[in-house]
Nanobody, 123 residues
């Protein structure tokens, strides 16, 4: 089992930056991937970014591409999502997740999920 704890969400103004963190504990099987997803009310969960643990390869997609950066700290088993230039379209519950296997953007490949952290952007 893998336990994930998301944190760092909050209320910010449009144009501000925010860093989300996800601390992982428990057992994983290499290779594995840690990803960030977001879900706004009434919308489907959307892939934001992912990082291959150990290799450092990353992938990002969606409206956050170019503004959001994923990174990881192996020693802390923590993945970060640095978000800059936040827009009124970015508010959602942001959740991290773990997939055993190669880098993937597919929601269904992720087996473990954090509880999510709310990001709200005021215009």
């Amino acid at each position: 089992q893998v336990q994930l704890v998301d944190s760092g969400g909050g209320l910010v103004q449009a144009g501000d930056s925010l860093r989300l963190s996800c601390a992982a504990s428990g057992r994983t099987f290499s290779p594995y991937v840690m990803g960030w997803f977001r879900q706004a009310p009434g919308k489907e969960r959307e892939f934001v970014a992912a990082i291959g643990w150990g290799g450092g390869s990353t992938s990002s997609a969606g409206s956050g591409k170019g503004r959001f950066t994923i990174s990881g700290d192996n020693a802390k088993n923590t993945v970060y999502l640095d978000m800059r230039s936040l827009k009124p379209a970015d508010p959602a519950v942001y959740s991290c997740a773990v997939a055993n296997g190669p880098l993937t953007v597919l929601t269904g490949r992720y087996d473990y999920w954090g509880q999510g952290t709310q990001v709200t952007v005021s215009s």
